[in-house]
């Protein structure tokens, strides 16, 4: 099955400063790519995905890349605001249709 | 509201007693699927649903059932809870393989 592998597990950052997050996959099939923001006593909540017909997509100060190759995507925060604090999960659906989730990347933004 | 609920929100019960955790969506999504939280480890994925009478176990479905009888439910069934499922639980839906997913806000169970 699809195994998910997420880095760093926590991450310090200056607010302003860029944050990145890396994930590996194992399932070559794999097709869907999403990202989680879980916020404390929260229920996780997409904040964006990318298919594996794309190699990147952006939406304001966040971003998403993909390298199928090489089987890995990240998710970019440029400058980064507290209220950008929280756990991220990535994610991907492999082909058994199952969604494996990363173990979760503790972002702490601070001012 | 498009949402999914999850019932009860927090739960304390006693190890062997059987209990249901209800899960309903209202946006008339394909996919359900139900994930356990525990510090460290992520989101484990217990059991999912591509449609009505079609489940699969996920991950973790030891100690598990759920059912999907109807397009909006799909309960999750401790049939002899045990102290290791003490967990954060959460409910999910999505419309299809390459959509993410709709979490509900999460049940607390704890199992003494």
């Known amino acids: 099955g699809e195994n998910v592998e997420q880095h760093p597990s926590t991450l310090s950052v200056q607010e302003g400063d860029s944050a990145v997050i890396k994930c590996t996959y194992s399932?070559?099939?794999?097709?869907?790519f999403p990202w989680y923001k879980q916020e404390l006593g929260k229920r996780p909540q997409l904040i964006i995905d990318?298919?594996?017909?794309?190699g990147e997509k952006k939406d304001q100060r966040i971003a998403v890349t993909l390298n199928k190759t090489a089987k890995h995507f990240s998710l970019h925060i440029t400058e980064t605001q507290p209220e950008d604090s929280a756990v991220y999960f990535c994610?991907?659906?492999?082909?058994?249709?199952?969604?494996?989730f990363g173990k979760g990347t503790l972002l702490t933004v601070n001012p | 509201e498009a949402q999914v609920t999850q019932n009860p929100r927090y739960l304390i019960t006693v190890t062997g007693k059987k209990l249901t955790v209800t899960c309903s969506q209202n946006?008339?999504?394909?996919?359900m699927s139900w994930y356990r939280q525990d510090p460290g480890l992520g989101l484990r994925q217990i059991y999912y649903?591509?449609?009505?009478?079609?489940?699969d176990k996920g991950d973790v479905p030891e100690g598990y059932k759920v059912s999907r009888k109807e397009k909006r439910n799909f309960p999750l069934i401790l049939e002899s809870p045990s102290p290791n499922q003490t967990s954060l639980y959460f409910c999910?839906?999505?419309?299809?393989?390459?959509?993410?997913?709709?979490f509900g806000s999460g049940t607390r169970l704890t199992v003494v």
């Open positions: 994610a991907a659906r492999g082909s058994n249709y199952k969604l494996t």
């Open positions: 990318i298919r594996s017909n794309v």
């Open positions: 946006m008339n999504h394909e996919y």
């Open positions: 999910a839906s999505s419309f299809g393989n390459s959509y993410g997913y709709t």
């Open positions: 649903s591509m449609n009505v009478e079609v489940t």
């Open positions: 399932d070559s099939a794999s097709n869907y």
